[in-house]
């Protein structure tokens, strides 16, 4: 199974859209069989700078294949699979309510109101 891996493995990217196949260079496969050694899922997040650098660059370059390109995909070997998740502070976040009134009597009127 490793040789066939390396051989032509390819990479499964998580992205929000659906699942992508990267076709990495046989260097790149033979570090990614590294990578994926001791888990067949890593998060984004989890990797180092390098490897997060390396998946996007191998995302940019559009090194996809599609299951309708490639035929015989369902039986080339997935190496790995990088779940790559929207970041939390990109979806804006909903307007938020004051903690104290903004009227001009401020703190002290509120808690005789509440007294």
């Known amino acids: 199974m490793w040789i066939q891996k390396l051989a032509d493995g390819v990479v499964q990217v998580q992205t929000p859209i659906g699942p992508r196949y990267v076709m990495p260079s046989f260097r790149q496969r033979a570090y990614f069989l590294w990578m994926f050694r001791h888990f067949p899922i890593l998060p984004h997040a989890v ?10 660059r ?18 080339a070997p997935v190496i790995g699979t990088i779940e ?3 970041t939390v502070g990109s979806e804006p976040l909903p307007p ?3 903690a104290i009134s903004e009227n001009s ?3 002290p009127a509120q808690a005789r109101q509440r007294s």
């Open 105 to 107: 009597e401020g703190l």
């Open 84 to 86: 790559r998740r929207s």
């Open 58 to 75: 191998l995302c940019s370059e559009q090194r996809f294949v599609s299951k309708a390109y490639a035929d015989g995909l369902d039986d």
């Open 96 to 98: 938020r309510r004051p």
């Open 47 to 56: 990797l180092s700078p390098s490897q997060q650098r390396l998946i996007d």
